[in-house]
């Protein structure tokens, strides 16, 4: 999720040779207000029995996204839980509200408001224990924590977890701001971390959804390929507002005996349509997109039969020819744009390039086709508002790392150990399964190398 202005984006980011992604803070509406007092008063509410769904919102705000943060908070209070459905909360903000907290959102409750400088959280309520302090959200036992104890609390046939705040395709999601790494930069929730946390929770989840940018990549989607159903996410950046929470509450108890898919369905429809008004300037950017993607098809999209690992292979030997070479990034340069940073967001579409591949190195057709065939079982819907000649229509709708730049190659992407990470003082950054699964990583690293040599001075 990033912070936009009327003239285009306020989010700068800029990363370090490991991959590290910084975010600088800006101003997405005139200046945050002074912190606000705090008054830690329990509201009285129960979930509902026997529910068909519990939303569970990991709402990290310890960033520049606070206010938009309790915005989304005051959004789904609009609805509140009710009609089979529970939603509750775990939210983290910078300075608006001291410490972390829990919130239920039952019928006609307002838990913050800034202007009485008032927080009515359900701390007690929730976790029959005092407020649990100042958590750091880019800790993978923070999201564990928050799944345990959303699941005791609230049980139901269906659980849906989204996790809210700025994301970076394969460098992470969940900035906390207030917790900062032994080098200085903020912690966050790396793929590898973020898939343990919830398979450490054990809770049987079938939607997770990303209201976070960039996310809508392979990485997280075999990461996760074990623990939900349907990911919800997007392949490009998310505007500041995010998800359109009181649509999608409001759908969701209107039918809250729908399925896995028809929820994840749901997220992706009431998200994209609530910026279907804001024509071709939506939030600062040309388009909004959100995909379904089908988590039980992720492993054959990785190491199937003409999978990500079998194309890897085949074009590994391919990098030490100059003329393939030239194939391959014009393959990559043709695939439609899905962020505005250059190379420091080297995401590919993945469908779009095997495509060109197949089209501009015929002999690897075969395999593309099968690739192709993986991306279009695994991606089970796409929607988007963007204007007629936008490029992100041709998307389909899940991505992949792939930088055809030297100076963009984050070798942590590969590092399958902690000591291997350690040694290379690239921590957090390790053990993403489709670097341990497939070969895709010892590509990127000689294609780039092999691009490197030919550099002046390289």
């Given at each position: 999720?990033?912070?936009?202005t009327?003239?285009g984006?306020a989010?700068?980011?800029?990363?370090?040779?490991?991959?590290?992604?910084t975010?600088?803070?800006?101003?997405?509406?005139?200046?945050?207000t002074q912190?606000a007092?705090v008054?830690?008063?329990?509201?009285?509410d129960s979930?509902?029995?026997?529910?068909d769904?519990?939303?569970?919102?990991?709402l990290?705000?310890?960033?520049?996204?606070?206010?938009?943060?309790?915005?989304?908070?005051v959004?789904?209070?609009k609805?509140?839980?009710?009609?089979?459905?529970n939603?509750?909360?775990?939210?983290d903000?910078l300075?608006?509200?001291?410490?972390?907290?829990?919130?239920?959102?039952?019928?006609?409750?307002?838990?913050?408001?800034?202007?009485?400088?008032?927080?009515h959280?359900d701390?007690e309520?929730?976790?029959?224990?005092?407020?649990?302090?100042?958590?750091?959200?880019?800790?993978?036992?923070s999201?564990t924590?928050c799944?345990?104890?959303?699941?005791?609390?609230?049980?139901a046939?269906?659980?849906?977890?989204?996790?809210?705040?700025?994301g970076?395709?394969?460098?992470?999601v969940?900035?906390?701001?207030?917790?900062e790494?032994?080098?200085?930069?903020?912690?966050?929730l790396?793929?590898?971390?973020?898939?343990?946390?919830?398979a450490?929770?054990?809770?049987?989840?079938?939607?997770?959804?990303?209201?976070?940018c960039?996310?809508?990549c392979?990485?997280?989607?075999y990461?996760?390929?074990?623990l939900?159903?349907?990911?919800?996410a997007?392949?490009?950046?998310?505007p500041?507002?995010?998800?359109?929470?009181d649509?999608?509450?409001?759908?969701l108890?209107?039918n809250?005996?729908?399925?896995?898919y028809?929820?994840?369905?749901?997220?992706t429809?009431?998200?994209?349509?609530?910026?279907?008004c804001?024509?071709?300037?939506?939030?600062?950017?040309?388009?909004v997109?959100m995909s379904?993607?089908?988590?039980?098809?992720?492993?054959?999209?990785?190491?199937?039969?003409?999978?990500?690992?079998?194309?890897?292979?085949?074009?590994?030997?391919l990098?030490?020819?100059?003329?393939?070479?030239?194939?391959?990034?014009?393959?990559?340069?043709?695939?439609?744009?899905?962020?505005f940073?250059?190379e420091?967001?080297?995401?590919?579409?993945?469908?779009?390039?095997?495509v060109?591949?197949?089209?501009?190195?015929p002999?690897?057709?075969?395999?593309?086709?099968k690739?192709?065939?993986h991306v279009?079982?695994?991606?089970?819907?796409?929607?988007?508002?963007?204007?007629?000649?936008?490029?992100?229509?041709?998307?389909?709708?899940?991505?992949?790392y792939?930088?055809?730049s030297?100076?963009y190659?984050?070798?942590?992407?590969?590092?399958?150990?902690?000591?291997e990470?350690?040694a290379?003082?690239?921590?957090?950054?390790?053990?993403?399964?489709?670097?341990?699964?497939s070969v895709?990583?010892?590509?990127?690293?000689a294609?780039a190398?092999?691009?490197?040599e030919?550099?002046?001075?390289?």
């Amino acid at each position: 999720m990033v912070l936009t202005t009327a003239i285009g984006l306020a989010l700068i980011v800029s990363m370090s040779a490991l991959g590290v992604l910084t975010l600088a803070d800006s101003d997405r509406s005139g200046g945050l207000t002074q912190p606000a007092p705090v008054l830690r008063e329990a509201v009285e509410d129960s979930p509902i029995p026997d529910a068909d769904w519990t939303v569970i919102v990991y709402l990290d705000g310890d960033n520049n996204l606070q206010l938009s943060a309790i915005g989304d908070l005051v959004e789904m209070e609009k609805i509140g839980s009710k009609a089979g459905v529970n939603v509750i909360v775990l939210m983290d903000t910078l300075d608006q509200v001291e410490g972390t907290h829990w919130y239920y959102i039952g019928q006609d409750t307002e838990h913050v408001n800034l202007t009485e400088g008032s927080n009515h959280c359900d701390c007690e309520t929730i976790t029959g224990q005092d407020c649990p302090g100042e958590l750091n959200m880019g800790d993978g036992a923070s999201l564990t924590y928050c799944i345990e104890t959303a699941v005791a609390f609230a049980p139901a046939k269906n659980y849906m977890l989204v996790l809210w705040d700025h994301g970076g395709g394969w460098y992470g999601v969940c900035w906390d701001d207030s917790s900062e790494l032994p080098d200085g930069r903020s912690d966050r929730l790396t793929v590898d971390e973020t898939g343990n946390a919830i398979a450490a929770a054990g809770a049987d989840l079938q939607v997770i959804a990303f209201d976070a940018c960039f996310s809508g990549c392979v990485e997280y989607a075999y990461e996760l390929k074990d623990l939900a159903d349907y990911m919800a996410a997007s392949i490009t950046t998310v505007p500041g507002a995010g998800f359109a929470y009181d649509n999608l509450i409001a759908g969701l108890t209107e039918n809250s005996a729908m399925g896995a898919y028809d929820a994840a369905k749901l997220v992706t429809d009431t998200y994209v349509q609530s910026y279907a008004c804001s024509g071709s300037g939506i939030g600062g950017f040309p388009y909004v997109e959100m995909s379904v993607i089908d988590l039980s098809k992720a492993g054959d999209l990785v190491t199937g039969d003409g999978g990500i690992d079998d194309l890897a292979e085949a074009l590994l030997p391919l990098t030490e020819d100059a003329t393939y070479r030239g194939m391959i990034e014009s393959s990559e340069a043709m695939t439609p744009q899905i962020q505005f940073s250059g190379e420091q967001f080297p995401f590919m579409d993945l469908g779009m390039f095997a495509v060109k591949l197949g089209q501009n190195i015929p002999e690897l057709s075969e395999l593309t086709e099968k690739l192709l065939a993986h991306v279009q079982e695994t991606v089970v819907y796409i929607d988007f508002v963007a204007t007629a000649t936008d490029a992100c229509i041709r998307t389909y709708g899940i991505s992949l790392y792939f930088t055809c730049s030297w100076n963009y190659l984050y070798e942590d992407y590969g590092y399958e150990t902690y000591e291997e990470a350690e040694a290379a003082g690239a921590l957090p950054y390790y053990g993403m399964d489709i670097a341990i699964d497939s070969v895709w990583d010892e590509f990127l690293e000689a294609f780039a190398m092999a691009q490197a040599e030919v550099q002046p001075g390289g």
